[in-house]
């Protein structure tokens, strides 16, 4: 068991090894279907490279990413390279597909939602005050030039870490025929079957953490992301507050499932459908039937 | 916990599986230009030499240049073809596209007349309208000579006897330049603006067009229609000849013109994350001057086949074409297949289906390899004739022309790119074209039965192209 200068770790299993690492503060893992040491480790550094690699860019926590740069642009138009600017237009395509549930502008609604499971509700004027820098429409995006408003932030929360996993799937598929399992916090893409032919098989999370794993899928290539509330939520006279912010409100969506798990092809995929079905609330499962989403979930 | 499946309004999650397509495809050349063993040895130390300054690079101008070379065989028309166009990516998502291009044409092509079993001397003019001097040496095997007791200076070229009788005597530059304009209308339509003009001795021609498109179903249904219009001047290098009156020296008529208005109209689907599919009908009306100058006909005898005199061909002034079209694109598995249809009808009589399938296969993260094959089949025009009888009526049009004859003809090609850099690659391309049509039509008179009348055609084609963008 080689340990790794950067606290990387790769672990000899029964079937393959387990390469694990922290990155985009989530533990990271990928399970590579080989008994060969030198290729596990080398499939499990390029995942971890890229992860780091997209962090790096992309984390807002870092006053050096790219990200930082922009958001710190003070209403300057400022040009963005193509990997940007790509995934620019895809926020801006999600926005526009989920009539504006899904915004890459919402995070500064943080600055007045901590949920921590107590029952400290913002007041409602300062969550007003926050509207007018919340909104997608807002921000001037002719690619490759972007423009945000002064008080505005970009935050890729809802797709950065999804986008790490199946760009380090297809680096990996790139470098070897090895089947790997890629899991970045949770969010996780198969890229075959397993060597032996079987499926692989992913717990998921019970959402109350009240005893076992509250189920197990199995899958072949594809990915699955899981978007809830476990552990993030307030209470307040009985209401629960779920951490599902819905940028045109500024407010937590009424009564969205505990979580929502969705496949799809791709980890963005699965992501932002989870994403936008619990941001329908009450109506999320009318939403997963309508769009025949591979899904399940808990309420 | 519930688990379904099922759904028929997937309207979000199927636009959202084309757009996470194009995302991972448009950014994959990023981390993948450094090689695999240098990416594993910066794991450590990709903190050290992050530079965000340096990622604020874009691309946004491209330049796309190519030279064609094409030869058919037999020592017919040989052409270079160098094409260089500019692509500008505005801020607001409009486009601006330039194109140049300039084709030299030399070597052979068919005159019209029949093959026959003994030597063929034709005469053409050897003077422009209004000079006297002669405008084509003796080149291509033809000659100058002095048509003895009328002082008439007339060009001559011999064809000799069973082959199909070409002229040699031309070389033909060509300048052509295309300029598109396209923008957004709103946030669900794009509009386009274009024009054209194109330059050769003996030709000139202009073109307008302009569309509209427009987006529905999030993106996933695209209507468009565009507007074209085009003139044509025809100026032959010894004046217009009058339909079927006789080869001769003489100097003949004036320019003439056409114009051509077109429309097209059609539907992109996207059907799922693999299949994207078009359905485009157009329609063309051309009026005006549509004979080729520099054709003839053989009026043969009927008995024996042999050739009597040659008149200069003739062709219907109004054409209305109009044709199907339906294209797939396809992603299977790791390759990106094309696949196309087109029926096509015109009021002259012509039929035609063109079946054409190509698949771009990667090799690597640098190389591609596109095989395509393309199924072409016309049926004739009414006025197509190979040869007319002696002392019957004249029809009141007749062109001997192959490309209006019946014919068939298969296209198989390859292309290998290659990615240089980011934002570079460079590209090959070769091409086998063979038609294929009825050498020996039934019911030719006398000699001509063992003639083989079918003008068509067969040609290779190589093209290098570099694609290239910078800021």
């Known amino acids: ?299 | 916990m519930q688990l379904m499946r099922s759904g028929r309004n997937r309207q979000i999650s199927s636009a959202l599986g084309l757009l996470t397509a194009n995302l991972l495809s448009a950014v994959a050349a990023h981390a993948q230009e450094r090689p695999v063993d240098q990416i594993a040895q910066t794991v450590t130390t990709t903190q050290d030499d992050y530079d965000p300054g340096s990622d604020l690079a874009t691309g946004r101008t491209r330049i796309d240049s190519s030279v064609l070379f094409y030869q058919e065989a037999g020592g017919r028309v040989k052409a270079t073809e160098p094409v260089t166009s500019f692509t500008l990516n505005g801020s607001d998502g409009e486009t601006l596209n330039l194109k140049l291009t300039s084709d030299t044409l030399t070597g052979a092509t068919p005159n019209g007349a029949a093959p026959w079993s003994q030597d063929q001397v034709f005469t053409t003019p050897a003077h422009a309208p209004g000079t006297t001097a002669t405008v084509t040496g003796a080149s291509g095997g033809s000659r100058i000579v002095t048509i003895p007791g009328t002082g008439t200076v007339a060009r001559q070229y011999t064809a000799p006897a069973n082959t199909l009788p070409v002229d040699s005597g031309f070389r033909d530059q060509r300048y052509a330049v295309d300029i598109g304009y396209s923008s957004p209308l709103g946030a669900a339509s794009r509009y386009s603006l274009g024009g054209s003009y194109s330059d050769e001795r003996d030709y000139r021609s202009f073109s307008v067009n302009a569309g509209l498109s427009r987006d529905f179903n999030h993106r996933n249904t695209t209507v468009s229609a565009a507007l074209d219009y085009e003139y044509d001047q025809s100026a032959p290098i010894f004046g217009t000849p009058t339909p079927f009156t006789e080869m001769n020296a003489d100097v003949k008529g004036g320019d003439r013109s056409k114009s051509v208005i077109g429309l097209v109209a059609g539907v992109t689907q996207v059907m799922n994350r693999y299949w994207l599919t078009q359905l485009n009908y157009s329609v063309g009306r051309s009026t005006g001057y549509q004979t080729d100058p520099y054709k003839i006909i053989s009026v043969v005898d009927g008995v024996s086949g042999a050739p009597i005199r040659y008149l200069y061909e003739g062709r219907p002034d109004n054409r209305l074409r109009q044709s199907v079209f339906w294209g797939n694109k396809v992603a299977l598995g790791p390759t990106f297949a094309d696949f196309s249809a087109r029926a096509y009808h015109d009021d002259w009589g012509i039929t035609s289906y063109t079946v054409s399938l190509s698949d771009r296969i990667p090799f690597g993260q640098r190389f591609y390899l596109e095989p395509g094959v393309r199924y072409y089949n016309q049926g004739a025009a009414d006025f197509f004739h190979n040869y007319l009888i002696d002392g019957q009526p004249l029809p009141s049009f007749a062109s001997s022309d192959s490309r209006l004859g019946k014919f068939s003809a298969i296209t198989a090609g390859l292309k290998l790119g290659f990615r240089i850099t980011r934002y570079s690659e460079i590209y090959f391309q070769y091409e086998d074209y063979r038609q294929s049509g009825t050498t020996h039509p039934a019911g030719a008179p006398g000699g001509l039965a063992d003639q083989n009348l079918f003008g068509g055609v067969n040609a290779t084609s190589a093209i290098i192209g570099l694609s290239f963008a910078f800021r």
């Not at chain 1, 060969?36 to 962090?55: F, H, N, P, S, Y």
């Not at chain 1, 005893?211 to 594809?222: F, N, T």
């Not at chain 1, 995929?269 to 939403?287: I, K, P, Y």
Request: aromatic share 8%; net charge neutral.
């Open chain 1, 1 to 299: 068991m080689p340990i790794e200068p950067n606290s990387a770790m790769l672990t000899r299993l029964v079937q393959g090894h387990l390469y694990q690492f922290r990155s985009m503060a989530s533990p990271c893992e990928v399970h590579i279907e080989t008994n060969d040491q030198d290729i596990a480790l080398r499939l499990g550094r390029l995942a971890e490279a890229e992860a780091t690699r997209v962090e790096y860019k992309y984390s807002r926590y870092r006053d050096d990413s790219l990200l930082s740069a922009i958001n710190a642009s003070n209403g300057q138009s400022l040009p963005v390279d193509e990997e940007t600017a790509a995934l620019l237009d895809y926020a801006s395509n999600c926005y526009a597909l989920s009539d504006g549930r899904f915004d890459v502008t919402s995070g500064i609604l943080r600055k007045v939602w901590r949920f921590d499971g107590s029952d400290r509700l913002p007041s409602k004027a300062s969550v007003r005050e926050l509207l007018p820098f919340v909104g997608w429409n807002k921000i001037t995006w002719r690619s490759p030039i972007i423009q945000i408003p002064p008080g505005m932030e970009i935050d890729f929360g809802g797709i950065g870490k999804e986008y790490a996993v199946d760009r380090a799937i297809e680096i990996i598929e790139a470098a070897s025929d090895v089947p790997v399992l890629v899991n970045f916090g949770g969010d996780l893409r198969a890229s075959k079957l397993r060597a032996d032919g079987t499926r692989w098989r992913v717990d998921i999370e019970s959402v109350d953490r009240s005893g076992p794993s509250g189920a197990h899928l199995e899958i072949g290539a594809g990915a699955l992301t899981t978007s809830g509330d476990a552990r993030r939520y307030l209470l307040k006279d009985g209401v629960r507050y779920s951490h599902i912010l819905d940028p045109r409100t500024g407010w937590p969506v009424k009564d969205p499932p505990r979580s929502v798990t969705v496949a799809a092809t791709t980890c963005l995929e699965a992501g932002v459908l989870s994403t936008v079905a619990m941001l329908h609330g009450r109506g999320a499962e009318r939403f997963l039937r309508r769009e025949g989403i591979k899904a399940w979930w808990v309420r």
